[in-house]
């Protein structure tokens, strides 16, 4: 019988760990329902590399504990206290990304990116309805840093979807 070094099992746990999902559905959904009045789970999808849920919204209202900046700058100052929304009537949350980024690099191209590796875990459905409401001026864009979940309430599609990268 051959013998399997113990560097070597650990290789294999830590691999077989890493493409184990980030979070699940339930932990998801407790952490949104923090901030948002989730209904039925409309898509989710979740690996080692990357989540993506989409969630039907009971109400398009934030709660308390998400403050909501109405500019970029605003926002940023927020995102000290670990999470913000942005509601920036007429600027859509791609474009708003776009102005992260600028105004603050660190932060805006870790929240580009999580949406960005986000489509791994979406289907072609979940992608297309994303894209609509990163485009949509009146979607709203949230950020929680401690997980490194973007967000983008659709009031008028009555969605928010929550992506999640590599981190």
Known sequence: MAV????????????????????DEAAMRA??????RLGETAYFQARG??????????AADVGAGMP???????????LRAGRAALDDAGTAPDAALVQLANEERATGMAMRRAGLEARSCMD?????A???????????LAYDSESGTVMVMDPGRNLLFAAMGEG
Do not use: H, I, Y
């Open 68 to 78: 909501v900046a109405g500019s970029v700058p605003e926002m940023l100052w927020a």
């Open 124 to 128: 072609d459905g979940a992608e297309g």
């Open 130 to 140: 994303f894209r609509r409401a990163l485009l949509s001026p009146e979607a709203l």
């Open 31 to 36: 952490r949104l329902e923090q901030w948002f």
């Open 4 to 23: 399997v070094p113990n560097a070597m099992l650990a290789g294999v746990a830590l691999a077989t760990l890493g493409a184990c999902a980030r979070e």
């Open 49 to 58: 590399d990357c989540v993506a849920g989409v969630f039907r919204l009971k």
